[in-house]
């Protein structure tokens, strides 16, 4: 599976919001919204996430902002917070933290409360698991995209699932991919408008999906 990617069609171009790729490393993604997390004070510019679901379901979270000099990588685990900073490519230092600390940040919410199955799991059990989402208020067929243009590009891959903004007008976008097992059904999203993209080449199946949920009118 290459990597499939969820983006964005305004009217400056295509913006990756989100991607998802199946590697010997088990399942990795990444999403990016306007910065929202500040990891320390020196790097609140753009900030990326990055989650990681390997074989044996260790599942971690990584927390990526930079300045003009430096990036800042912390690898959130269950247990324990890692952290890493990179200059010029070099790496110029690397500590590690009691997972206590990780219950005290936000980012917390982002783990899961228990270790999660085995990828090989999913070929023998109906397991459903729901990966990180986000959300994104529209307004108009717009949405804010402060400190997200710098991923903006002039056209998309036609494996990626693209959502024309001036489709939808004033509501809610949630985007996240889910892991599918052998035998499980796709959750029903209720009263939505909804575009998928779905790979069943492995187990688990991984769908990549855009749901949206208008505003309700006022009267109506």
């Given amino acids: 599976m290459a990597i ?5 069609e305004t009217n400056e171009g295509y913006l990756p919001i989100y991607w998802i790729k199946r590697t010997k490393r088990g399942i990795i993604g990444w999403y990016s919204d306007k910065p929202y997390v500040i990891v320390d004070k020196e790097y609140v510019s753009y900030v990326e996430v990055h989650f990681t679901y390997p074989p044996d379901g260790r599942y971690h979270t990584c927390l990526k902002s930079s300045n003009k000099d430096r990036e800042l990588y912390r690898y959130y685990y269950p247990d324990h917070i890692k952290t890493k900073i990179i200059s010029k490519g070099r790496e110029l230092s690397k500590t590690a933290e009691d997972g206590k600390i990780a219950s005290e940040e936000m980012l917390q919410n982002m783990l899961p409360r228990s270790q999660l199955p085995a990828l090989s799991d999913y070929a ?9 989402v986000l959300g994104l208020n529209i307004f108009g067929g717009s949405c804010s995209l402060a400190g997200m243009r710098n991923g903006l590009t002039s056209s998309a891959s036609t494996d990626d699932l693209t959502i024309n903004m ?9 985007v996240c991919a889910l892991l599918y097992g052998n035998g499980c059904k796709e959750p029903d999203p209720g009263n939505c408008q909804k575009k998928v993209r779905t790979d069943s080449t492995a187990w688990p199946h991984i769908q990549l999906r855009a749901l949206f949920w208008p505003t309700p009118i006022k009267g109506a």
């Fill in 4 to 8: 499939v990617k969820i983006c964005l």
């Fill in 124 to 132: 023998e059990k109906p397991i459903l698991r729901q990966l990180p």
């Fill in 166 to 174: 001036n489709e939808w007008s004033d509501g809610a976008l949630n």
